[in-house]
Antibody, heavy 120, light 110 residues
Framework: QLQLQESGPGLVKPSETLSLTCTVS??????????WGWIRQAPGKGLEWVGSLFYARNTYYNPSLNSRVSISVDTSKNQFSLKLTSVTAADTAVYSC????????????WGQGTLVTVSS | QSALTQPRSVSGSPGQSVTISCTGTSSDVGNYNYVSWYQQHPGKAPKLIIY???KRPSGVPDRFSGSKSGNTASLTISGLQAEDEADYYCFSYAGSYTWVFGGGTKLTVL
C-alpha cells in the first residue's frame, strides 16, 4: 500500500516561495500506474485542489493558482514537490499530497498533511 | 472554476438518515460520473467513502451511499452513528485533468 509523507518549512515569509516535498513509499513516482497531486486546506476552511502530475511530466493546476504553482518530480529520491510563489497570508494552509491509480478520478491515498504558515 | 455547493451543516439523531447535497454545473458534476466523497475527522486526513458517484471502497459500511441527478450529487448516511460526526466533502472531475471540491458539510450527530 502506498504511503505519502509531506515535508518542508512550516513558516514562509510573504512574497517568498513555498516549497514542499512528498516522499512516496510503496510505489514509484516514475511509474505509469499512479498520478500525484496536492490539496490544501486553510484553517477552518474547506479542501482545495491545487494540482496534479501525470507520467512524471504532465502537470495540471487549479486555475486560481495557475500562474504561481508548479509541481515536479525527483525520481532519484522518489519524491514529488510543490512550489507556490509570491505567497500571502491567504496561502496559509495544511498542504497534503495524495495519489490514485491512473484512470481513477478520485484520491485514494493521502498524506497526513503539513501546516504552512505565511507570516513575517 | 467555482467550488461545488454543499450545505454548511446537517444534523441527525442516531439511527436516522441524513443526506448531503453537492451542487455543481454541467461542466463538472453534471458532465461526469466522477464524483467522490471524503469523510474528515478533526485533525485527520480525509478518507474516501464514495467514488464514481455510487461506488464504495472496501471497508466502508453500506450505510454510506451516493447518487446523482443532473448537476447535483448526494451522499446519504443511514443508521447514523456517533462516529459519523465529521466533515464531508464532495469532489468532482471538471474536465481537462482538473478537479474541484465542495465547500464541505459538518455533520452533527445529536
Amino acid at each position: 500500500q502506498l504511503q505519502l509523507q509531506e515535508s518542508g518549512p512550516g513558516l514562509v515569509k510573504p512574497s517568498e516561495t513555498l516549497s514542499l516535498t512528498c516522499t512516496v513509499s510503496g510505489g514509484s513516482v516514475s511509474s505509469s500506474t499512479y498520478y500525484w497531486g496536492w490539496i490544501r486546506q486553510a484553517p477552518g476552511k474547506g479542501l482545495e485542489w491545487v494540482g496534479s502530475l501525470f507520467y512524471a511530466r504532465n502537470t495540471y493546476y487549479n486555475p486560481s493558482l495557475n500562474s504561481r504553482v508548479s509541481i515536479s518530480v525527483d525520481t532519484s529520491k522518489n519524491q514529488f514537490s510543490l512550489k507556490l510563489t509570491s505567497v500571502t497570508a491567504a496561502d496559509t494552509a495544511v498542504y497534503s499530497c495524495a495519489t490514485s491509480r491512473l484512470g481513477n478520478y478520485y484520491l485514494e491515498y493521502w498524506g497526513q498533511g503539513t501546516l504552512v504558515t505565511v507570516s513575517s | 472554476q467555482s467550488a461545488l455547493t454543499q450545505p454548511r451543516s446537517v444534523s441527525g439523531s442516531p439511527g436516522q438518515s441524513v443526506t448531503i447535497s453537492c451542487t455543481g454545473t454541467s461542466s463538472d458534476v453534471g458532465n461526469y460520473n466522477y464524483v467522490s466523497w471524503y469523510q474528515q475527522h478533526p485533525g485527520k486526513a480525509p478518507k474516501l467513502i464514495i467514488y464514481d458517484v455510487i461506488k464504495r471502497p472496501s471497508g466502508v459500511p453500506d450505510r454510506f451511499s451516493g447518487s446523482k441527478s443532473g448537476n447535483t450529487a448526494s451522499l446519504t448516511i443511514s443508521g447514523l452513528q456517533a462516529e459519523d460526526e465529521a466533515d464531508y466533502y464532495c469532489f468532482s472531475y471538471a474536465g481537462s485533468y482538473t478537479w474541484v471540491f465542495g465547500g464541505g458539510t459538518k455533520l452533527t450527530v445529536l
